[in-house]
């Protein structure tokens, strides 16, 4: 099966979209845990972090199957148990029963989709450009969930949540037959690059976890930086939503460039404009302000994206180091807000900010020379 073909790039992508469903919903689902299930606060943001280390961890594990077991097999399995992990989830109300099947459906259902779409993607000709597409579909998901969830959540409790995940699960499952049953050959690269170590595709790896530290950092804090900027939480929140909708541009602009302009000046500007969001994102702020300074970031943030996750794929022929991008993403936003916690005080947010500057700034630095190296592969 041609993995160029729209069909099966556009099952890629939303299988992608499942793989998130954890990430995109976290919000969301932590006022489900306080407010329909009374949980206890400290329990709250425990379940979706559970569910988001079983993606990742899935990911890893995807490293041993992904050139063995047939893609469209293992995306069947995962939309079955992501269907059977959200409908069970829908009627229980015990904290440890509802993190096993939460971290169960991440790990086998929305990590195992996850890696399922990005093996598809790495091996298409226009990869930047369909991680740019990718990503896009990713965020529309997430201002859906921010615009529509709450309401379905204020009204039903939790399964206000997980039946509208597990129905669009079942939606997406007759594009299975778009997912190649037999698994594909490495990526199409040069004879000398198919033959060179997986060093490169490391050290692009590291790259996206270290700019994943950094988004993860701000993103953590970014309502908190809101609210004691002297917005009220529903406004943060508002203005992130209205944030994340405008960000869309940034994949989209990401999806048109592909590679005209090299990979290293969109990358290199991206950062830098996001390092400059990222300090303004302090003091008084009006609505506008914040809600214009976090597009900026997230703008940028998106059109950095499909470069970086590229840049994995493209130094990666055996597709092996590529599926495990979704752990990079995942254990950047996991270690940013820990390290910027560690330096946080009650009164100031500040320490987000730095980490996420340093981030960008070291991003750059590693991101240089793999770049170059695609620049002489295909020169």
């Known amino acids: 099966m041609d993995l160029d073909s729209r069909g099966t790039v556009a099952a890629a992508i939303l299988f992608g979209v499942i793989g998130v469903f954890a990430l995109m919903t976290q919000p969301v689902s932590a006022i489900a845990f306080l407010e329909a299930l009374n949980f206890e606060p400290s329990q709250a943001p425990l379940v979706p972090a559970i569910e988001i280390l079983g993606v990742a961890l899935s990911s890893l594990v995807a490293v041993a199957w992904v050139r063995k077991v047939s893609w469209r097999t293992a995306g069947a399995f995962a939309i079955a148990v992501v269907i059977a992990g959200n409908l069970l989830s829908a009627i229980q109300t015990d904290f440890t029963t509802l993190a096993i099947i939460r971290f169960a459906t991440g790990f086998f259902g929305q990590g195992t989709a996850f890696a399922v779409a990005i093996a598809i993607i790495s091996g298409t000709k226009d990869t930047e450009r369909n991680f740019a597409l990718l990503i896009a579909a990713q965020v529309a998901f997430g201002v859906l969930v921010m615009f529509t969830l709450p309401a379905a959540i204020e009204k039903w409790g939790y399964a206000g949540l997980m039946i509208p995940l597990a129905v669009l699960a079942l939606l997406i499952a007759p594009l299975l037959r778009f997912i190649p049953g037999t698994v594909a050959g490495p990526i199409a690269m040069s004879s000398e690059a198919a033959n060179s170590s997986i060093v490169p595709a490391l050290i692009a790896l590291l ?20 609210t004691a900027g002297g917005l009220t939480a529903v406004d943060a929140g508002y203005a992130l939503g209205i944030s994340s909708a405008v960000a869309i541009v940034g994949a989209l602009t990401a999806s048109a460039l592909g590679n005209k302009l090299g990979r290293i000046p969109p990358v290199m500007v991206a950062l830098a404009i996001q390092a400059g969001a990222i300090w303004l994102l302090k003091g008084e702020m009006t609505l506008f302000q914040f809600a214009a300074t976090a597009a900026i970031f997230q703008i940028f943030w998106n059109l950095t994206g499909p470069y970086m996750m590229g840049a994995v794929a493209m130094n990666d022929a055996s597709g092996r180091v590529s599926v495990t991008i979704p752990a990079a993403q995942t254990g950047g936003f996991f270690l940013g807000p820990t390290i910027a916690a560690v330096f946080m005080s009650e009164s100031s947010y500040i320490s987000a900010n730095y980490v996420g500057i340093v981030c960008c700034v070291l991003a750059a630095v590693i991101f240089v020379p793999v770049a170059l190296r695609l620049k002489k592969q295909t020169a």
């Open 207 to 226: 790259a996206m976890l270290v700019w994943c530290t950094g988004l993860g950092a701000v993103w953590g804090s970014i309502q908190l930086i809101g």
